[in-house]
């Protein structure tokens, strides 16, 4: 039988709309816990109620019934990888599908239990647990936060933004902090900082099998205290078959504390995938109509793919309170909370980017950044910041949403 010290620390928690699965499943978990109860939720709870059902700080163990609705099983999967590494899932499926347990393991699953469930497989997957355990908590190093900055359109300042949310992070906290240009196309972080690298995220996807620090060191250039790897020098063809982030952001997320990934756009499979591993996604866009409306295209296009909108920040760049929409009316219009509003601060970006530093943290930009890193660290929250009705330019989107 495993060593069940692993179950006894955390707490367990089966979540499956099958009430005699859950019946069976507690059967045989009852030799690992030693008499802790298991809390067994008959529905699919919704992502938004996962911080409340694993209390922040405590260690769960949670078993996820996949068979019901594998579409919820996985979006529950992604949602738990935000919480952090103290919850470990073990999926149970309904069949032996290699494409599927892939897909779970690479959602956040710890590992994995086929129906129908036996005494062995219980076993099997506590020794797992066991075994991996200690080096965890010698470690005592979770996986990176990672965050996605995508712009609603082109022109808002996405790049600048995630920029400066690197350079604020590392300012703020010390931890280590890496900033990814991953637009094979466009990508100008080397413009935007002056600097240039004979490597780009190409090398490290090509390179993946090899990655160890010393290489890894060679790729990464350091500006202001942040790793940066770059783009591709030259346009990448854009048909090129770029698809995959994951070896990247896998090496990542064990090297570093914080990640903060640059993309061009929500669209293509490329930055589809960069929002699926993210943990949270900021959509950047400007308070003027076209590019509002290029927000709600970008938002629609993300439901269409299944990324969740519990990890989606609207951040409004370049906001002018007197020219364009208001925040509140663009939460309406959006069916979206405005996560944050950064000011036009036209003379301190400009500065910055010409001298290829950061913005000033005392600036009036500067200080959207550093709210923004608080509240995505968790230390503040949002304050009730509304503007005045222009509830006459909501038919607008409601228009292009039909």
């Not at 590992?111 to 010698?138: M, N, T």
């Not at 590392?170 to 240009?181: A, C, I, Q, W, Y």
Request: glycine share 6%.
């Amino acid at each position: 039988m495993a060593n069940s010290e692993t179950s006894i620390s955390r707490r367990p928690l089966a979540i499956s709309p099958n009430a005699p699965l859950l019946n069976q499943l507690e059967l045989l978990l009852k030799p690992h816990l030693a008499g802790v109860a298991v809390h067994r939720l008959q529905a699919y709870p919704s992502p938004r109620d996962l911080p409340n059902l694993l209390a922040s700080g405590t260690a769960h163990l949670v078993f996820l019934d996949t068979a019901g609705d594998r579409d919820q099983a996985l979006q529950l999967l992604e949602e738990v990888g935000r919480l952090g590494g103290q919850i470990q899932v073990i999926a149970i499926l309904e069949g032996n599908e290699p494409d599927f347990i892939l897909r779970c393991l690479r959602a956040g699953a710890s590992d994995f239990l086929i129906l129908p469930l036996s005494a062995e497989q219980v076993d099997a997957a506590f020794g797992k647990l066991a075994r991996a355990q200690p080096s965890q908590e010698v470690s005592g190093k979770e996986p990176a936060k990672t965050i996605a900055v995508m712009p609603a359109k082109g022109a808002c300042g996405a790049t600048t933004v995630a920029c400066n949310l690197a350079f604020q992070w590392k300012r703020m906290s010390g931890k280590r902090v890496l900033l990814v240009d991953l637009d094979p196309l466009t990508g100008n972080l080397s413009f935007l900082l002056k600097i240039k690298s004979v490597y780009s995220f190409l090398d490290a996807l090509q390179r993946s099998s090899e990655l160890d620090a010393d290489l890894w060191g060679a790729m990464v250039r350091q500006v202001h205290g942040v790793d940066v790897l770059l783009a591709p020098e030259l346009m990448m063809d854009q048909n090129q078959d770029l698809r995959d982030p994951s070896p990247i952001l896998e090496y990542a997320r064990h090297a570093y504390d914080v990640v903060i990934l640059d993309t061009s756009s929500v669209y293509t499979e490329w930055n589809l995938n960069v929002a699926r591993a993210a943990n949270e996604l900021l959509l950047v866009t400007t308070n003027e109509l076209p590019a509002l409306q290029a927000a709600q295209r970008a938002l629609s296009y993300l439901d269409t793919n299944r990324i969740g909108r519990w990890k989606i920040r609207l951040v409004v760049n370049r906001y002018l309170r007197d020219v364009g929409l208001s925040r509140e009316v663009i939460g309406t219009a959006l069916h979206t909370e405005v996560f944050e509003t950064l000011p036009s601060d036209y003379e301190a970006v400009q500065k910055a980017l010409l001298d290829g530093k950061p913005i000033p943290s005392s600036s009036p930009f500067g200080k959207g950044m550093v709210e923004i890193v608080d509240r995505l660290g968790g230390k503040s929250q949002p304050g009730n910041k509304k503007g005045s009705s222009l509830s006459g330019l909501l038919g607008l989107f409601s228009k292009t949403s039909k």
